[in-house]
Each structure stands twice: as structure tokens, then as C-alpha cells.
């Protein structure tokens, strides 16, 4: 009953609210991007949600387009600009997404939404992260985010589908706004932005 009834009706209720109280922060932050950006502030990429059903989710674009001598993108870590290592720290890259949210995309807690090259490469197991609507937060995102391994962050994630409760997901709520002001787990160590997932060994 939570799962299919009461949890989108929580998820957009909060969207909302939230979208209300942060909409300061959306406004400085955009007009702070398009500046360092010289465009548009918001970035937006296909991936897949629930039942691997593409949509297109909406962040605040924290690295630029600079290419090299061929054409080719330049690394993450040369493309992340500095305001934008600040929005990361403070994830207030995340919150655009709420907008997914209202748009019934994405939910508040739930697996990441990952790139649709990864769905080909996911073992029978880690497909069922794909259950649910994928969340702005979530239980790997609490349990390591970016600086654990990919088959540990998989595990996670099909924890919650296979766990998912109220309870959960208010414990799971809180611990991430721990997070968020102890700035845990944001990269690999060392590494600009997560690695690529490959495919399991």
C-alpha cells in the first residue's frame, strides 16, 4: 500500500513544498551558472526510471563544454568548474530534480537514475533496481555514494526495492541530510566525478 499509493502522493506533496522553500537558491543558483557558464544554467540527460522507461532529468550544469584540439570533450575533472565543485559539495546540483518529481519521473528516495548505456551491462540481480522510480536520494547514496564500487551500490539499491517501507524511507531522508553538511562520499578518492560503470567481472 505505501509503495503504490501513499508514497508518490508524499513524494509530490514534498516536491512541491520544497520547490517553494528553495526557490531563493534555484534562483541564485541559475543566475550564477548562466553567468560562469556564458548559457544555459541546467543540464539535461536521457535515463532510464522505473521499468527502464527514459525521461530526461534536470540538474544545474556544473562543469562547461571546453573540447580539445580534435573536438572531444575534455576529462570531468578538467570541465568542473569551480563554482560548480562548490554546487556539488553542497548538492544543490540534486535539486533541480524536484522537478522530476512533480513530473511523476523520478520519486524523492529510490535508486539513482544512471545512463542508459548501463542497462545492457546489469546482471539479472542488479535489473531490479529498475522496480521502482529512481530517487534524488537513496539507500547506496547514504551507505557511500560515489566513493564505494559500483556491485556495492547495486547491492544497495536492491536492498531498498526489495525492503521498502515509510520507515525506511524517513531514516534514509535523514541520514542524507547528515551527509549533505558533512560533504561524505561525493567522489571516489581522487577522481573529479564516479568512474564509469563497465559491466561486472
Known amino acids: 500500500m505505501y509503495k503504490s499509493f501513499f508514497k508518490p502522493i508524499l513524494d509530490f506533496l514534498f516536491a512541491a513544498i520544497m520547490l517553494i522553500i528553495v526557490s531563493p537558491i534555484l534562483i ?37 563544454d571546453k573540447e580539445d584540439e580534435f573536438g572531444n570533450l575534455l576529462s570531468d575533472s578538467k570541465r568542473l568548474t569551480s563554482l560548480g565543485k ?81 520507515k525506511l524511507d524517513i531514516k534514509i531522508f535523514f541520514l542524507t541530510i547528515i551527509k549533505i553538511f558533512k560533504s561524505e562520499g561525493i567522489n571516489n578518492q581522487g577522481e573529479a566525478t564516479t568512474k564509469s560503470f563497465e559491466g561486472n567481472e
Not at 543566475?31 to 540538474?59: D, E, Y
Not at 546540483?93 to 542508459?116: A, F, T, W
Open 28 to 64: 541564485i543558483t541559475a543566475i550564477a551558472l548562466t553567468v560562469n557558464n556564458n548559457g544555459n544554467p541546467f543540464f539535461l540527460q536521457k535515463r532510464p526510471g522505473k521499468s527502464k522507461i527514459i525521461f530526461r532529468i534536470v540538474k544545474f550544469k556544473t562543469m562547461n
Open 86 to 166: 562548490i554546487i556539488r559539495k553542497l548538492s544543490i546540483d540534486e535539486i533541480p530534480q524536484l522537478i522530476n518529481v512533480l513530473k511523476g519521473d523520478m520519486s524523492l528516495i529510490g535508486p539513482r537514475p544512471l545512463l542508459p548505456e548501463y542497462l545492457p551491462l546489469y546482471n539479472e540481480t542488479q535489473k531490479k533496481r529498475h522496480n521502482l522510480k529512481p530517487g534524488i536520494t537513496g539507500w547506496a547514496q547514504v551507505n557511500g555514494r560515489n566513493a564505494i564500487s559500483w556491485e556495492e551500490k547495486f547491492k544497495y539499491d536492491v536492498w531498498y526495492v526489495e525492503n521498502i517501507s515509510f
